[in-house]
């Protein structure tokens, strides 16, 4: 199992430990680093000035937002980082939800999200194979442009740039049951959430071991890399407080208490109704709340919090299932230092 590192996005300006924890991962052997974006600061550009300022650690968006720019945009970032970092860029990709698309993009939410990502994977690849123009007859992302309001002069193009690499790595966030089939026929990798090292069979409908869903690839090639908030620290208690806090803004505040992604997967989890709670408390202002709501029992299910033994005892158990990638959300370079001696 190889450790990733996962910065996230910026908070209300840039964190000025993101580029040492980046060199300190490197330093220590962690396979990759990963940035995120949510409504603010963007992936790509956080994970190119970390580019600029590493050698050998492989780079990745954890997630890059499909509604904040087109296939062939996305493709061009990954293209063009890929170049510019030697062959470090894997992309990872996520849909979001209604809340930010319509709310913060400005772009309806597609009525069939599993068309709409496969449509935009395809893209992204035809750009990076580079085999020939784009073409897409497609419901969300034909190519050429061939809506009503067009000028029907659009031109079928390839790439200008060579890419780097024509398999250059495509992960997907998913977390509904057919999202992640989908996942696995037509991506390189996944990117769950909320992972349960001793439930990730039933929770996520899976099998004990994944199979061979896509043709002509061996799943020892398909990368499994959920995220984990780890912190070696003697108060348990204290150390959950972050994890709680995450989820109780990805619960109650990241989408509608009708139609919450995040919300559905801890209620799948068995915590239905805490989440619900978790929601109300939040829409009403009452954030603090929102976040104690949040179980103990949830909150370390999914996390490695606690003294050096507990987390080297709990690190076995990520050991046991698919996973091939450990991205680790860690505040401190200690930290990272325990994992990567544990983890050897």
Not at 52 to 71: C, E, F, K, N, Y
Not at 110 to 135: F, I, M, N
Not at 247 to 276: K, P, S, T, V
Not at 284 to 307: H, M, N, S, T, Y
């Amino acid at each position: 199992m190889r450790l990733g590192l996962a910065l996230g996005y910026w908070g209300r300006g840039p964190s000025p430990a993101h580029l040492e924890l980046a060199r300190e991962a490197e330093e220590l052997g962690y396979d990759s680093v990963w940035t995120a974006e949510a409504w603010g600061s963007d992936a790509f550009t956080a994970l190119t000035w970390i580019a600029a300022h590493t050698s050998r650690i492989r780079l990745g968006t954890a997630v890059a937002q499909m509604a904040a720019r087109t296939p062939t945009a996305t493709a061009m970032h990954a293209l063009t980082l890929d170049h510019l970092s030697g062959g470090r860029m894997m992309l990872g990709l996520g849909l979001s939800g209604p809340q930010v698309v319509e709310g913060w993009y400005g772009r309806p939410f597609p009525r069939s999200p599993l068309t709409a990502t496969r449509e935009y994977v395809d893209v992204v690849r035809q750009v990076l194979r580079r085999e020939g123009p784009v073409t897409l007859d497609g419901r969300y992302h034909p190519h050429p442009y061939t809506g009503a309001d067009g000028t029907g002069l659009g031109k079928p193009l390839r790439a200008i740039t060579h890419p780097l690499r024509a398999d250059l790595p495509v992960l997907l966030g998913a977390e509904g049951p057919k999202n992640i089939a989908q996942t696995l026929r037509i991506a390189d990798g996944w990117l769950p959430l909320y992972w349960s090292p001793a439930r990730w069979a039933e929770v996520y409908a899976l099998p004990d071991a994944l199979p061979d869903a896509r043709e002509g690839t061996s799943r020892c090639d398909f990368t499994v890399a959920p995220m984990v908030r780890a912190q070696v620290c003697e108060d348990v208690a204290a150390g959950l407080l972050p994890v709680k806090a995450m989820l109780g803004f990805y619960i109650g505040g990241m989408g509608h208490a009708a139609h919450n992604f995040h919300a559905d997967l801890m209620g799948r989890m068995g915590y239905e109704a805490e989440a619900r709670r978790i929601q109300e408390l939040f829409a009403a202002g009452r954030r603090e709340e929102a976040v104690l709501a949040v179980p103990d029992a949830f909150a370390d299910e999914i996390a490695l919090v606690g003294p050096r033994e507990r987390i080297a005892e709990r690190l076995a158990e990520w050991r046991k299932g698919p996973v091939t990638d450990l991205l680790v959300m860690a505040p401190d370079p200690a930290t990272l230092r325990t994992l990567a001696e544990l983890n050897a």
